[in-house]
């Protein structure tokens, strides 16, 4: 079964934002904005005004929720916006979803990255510990998760 359009985009604009995150450690407000205006949009074509204010109102709890973390410096600022589109697609209930399924993600994606920091380093290649772990994915994961109906907390 193939998902509706807008989960589709979502996967994709996640998945983007993984690449971007792996590879450069940053994610760019290009993609960003896409997703933002996305979400918006197809919340505006769902649900009319009433779709806009759902958009924006699970885009701003993401940043209410996230301004901490990335004020503490546990997060970047490109993971904090990316949780915000989750918000715009998905409304302040399933942007909480990704937010606190992507939590326990991260904690997986960590065990992973130092796992694959000793392997490197076995290898002669350490990580750059400035870097930090791509948080992206944790979210990407969580948006799959939640989007097909795996888990729901609440």
Not at 36 to 49: E, M, N, Y
Request: proline residues 5%; hydrophobic residues 55%; charged residues 10%.
């Amino acid at each position: 079964m193939t998902p509706p359009l807008p989960t589709t985009l979502l996967w994709t604009l996640m998945g983007l934002a993984c690449i971007w995150d792996v590879t450069q450690r940053r994610i760019p407000n290009q993609l960003i904005l896409v997703g933002l205006l996305a979400g918006v949009g197809l919340q505006a074509h769902a649900d009319g005004l009433v779709g806009v204010g759902s958009s924006l109102f699970g885009a701003l709890v993401a940043l209410a929720v996230l301004i901490a973390p990335f004020a503490a410096r546990v997060l970047g600022g490109g993971d904090v916006k990316l949780a915000m589109v989750a918000g715009a697609f998905l409304g302040w209930r399933g942007g909480l979803h990704v937010i606190l399924l992507g939590a326990l993600a991260h904690g997986v994606v960590a065990l992973g990255w130092l796992a694959f920091g000793a392997v490197s380093r076995r290898f002669g290649r350490p990580l750059d510990p400035e870097r930090g772990i791509p948080h992206a994915l944790g979210f990407a994961a969580a948006t799959v998760v939640y989007t097909l109906g795996l888990i729901t907390l609440f």
